[in-house]
């Protein structure tokens, strides 16, 4: 009877174990799937501003900030002017620096950071 009560609780912590692993591979397929879908927001993102751009270089450029949510994903972008950095610092007049924020969640590793830069004259 000794030994059928030891199997038992062996299986118990074998089960609770996968239990835990498996809960785990969860969450982190949860997070890939919300990486993936950021990455993919942000992509959509710079193509629409550039084409935006493209459409109507004088109405368009420079783009201006903003912020969209799909998914529950927020992501924001902001533009910033770009400065030659040898020499005298002087503002690049045709590219603008944009910094694209998506999140989804409270933890750390919620979020996805991209640079780009876009300019008026190809």
Same mark, same amino acid.
């Given at each position: ?9 062996? @299986?118990?912590?074998?089960?609770? /174990? #996968?239990?835990?692993?498996?809960? +785990? ?5 949860? !997070? %890939? ?12 993102? @710079?193509?629409?501003?550039?084409? /935006? #751009?493209?459409?109507?270089?004088? +109405? ?5 900030? !903003? %912020? ?55």
């Amino acid at each position: 009877m000794m030994e059928i009560i030891l199997i038992m609780v062996v @299986i118990g912590i074998i089960a609770a /174990n #996968i239990m835990a692993l498996q809960n +785990s591979t969860w969450k982190m397929n949860s !997070s %890939s799937g919300k990486l993936l879908l950021a990455g993919q927001m942000i992509d959509r993102q @710079i193509e629409q501003l550039r084409m /935006n #751009i493209d459409k109507d270089p004088q +109405s368009n450029f420079p783009p201006r900030d !903003s %912020s969209i949510t799909e998914n529950g994903i927020h992501l924001m972008w902001q533009i910033v002017s770009v400065t030659r950095s040898v020499g005298t610092p002087v503002t690049i007049a045709n590219v603008r620096e944009c910094n694209f924020t998506a999140g989804w969640g409270a933890n750390r590793y919620d979020t996805l950071r991209v640079r780009t830069f876009l300019a008026r004259n190809f």
